[in-house]
């Protein structure tokens, strides 16, 4: 009779399996950080739109009352951070700073002279470095609150009009980063 023999269970993965395995946690790996960095891209764009209108209402409520804004400087504004927001003064460097990581300054803007002769007095906030993914959503978040909206040196919503969608979308993917000035005119 003749013996057969067993041969021995294999034991462990072959590399073909461990090289399978490997790729497929890869595939998920990408998946999953292209999904969080979009959530949080969105959720940064939505709370530096609700920053920029706290900021802005401060503005109108402390200078506004007077009509007078050529007081405001960005540090006259970054030396009373109990009226702004959490997280907009950097509490090393004192310096205004936005959900990105660049930096807010705050300035007169120009008179603007109206159909009656009138100057109006306002303000400008200039939003530096803003993920030009985010810079649609930082626009359109914030536009019912300002005058005028330029992105990259560029007017995306001229004063007291609408912003211009398709405006917002060519200056807002010039760069990878966006400068975003929002200007407030009082009456």
């Keep these: 009779m ?17 090289l399978l395995i490997v790729g497929f946690i890869s595939i998920a790996s990408i998946g999953i950080y292209s999904t969080a960095k979009l959530a949080v891209n969105t959720r940064s764009a939505a709370v530096e ?30 030396q009373n951070p109990s009226m702004l927001p959490n997280g907009m003064v950097d509490s090393n460097s004192g310096n205004l700073v936005n959900e990105f990581g660049g930096t807010i300054q705050v300035q007169p803007a120009p008179d603007l002279i109206n159909m009656a002769g009138t100057p109006l007095h306002g303000f400008t906030i200039i939003d530096q470095n803003i993920d030009a993914k985010a810079c649609i959503k930082v ?8 005058t005028q909206i330029q992105v990259n040196n560029q007017v995306v919503q001229p004063v007291f009009g609408q912003v211009n969608p398709d405006a917002l979308a060519v200056y807002c993917s010039q760069n990878d980063m966006a400068s975003i000035s929002f200007t407030y005119y009082g009456f």
């Excluded at 626009?139 to 300002?146: P, Q």
């Design 2 to 18: 003749k013996i057969i023999k067993r041969k021995p269970k294999q034991k462990g993965f072959t590399l073909i399996e461990l």
């Design 49 to 78: 739109a609700t920053h920029l209108k706290a900021l802005g209402d401060v503005l109108v409520n402390s200078y506004g009352i007077a009509g007078d804004y050529s007081l405001v400087t960005t540090n006259t504004v970054a």
């Design 139 to 146: 626009v359109t978040n914030a536009e019912g609150m300002f």
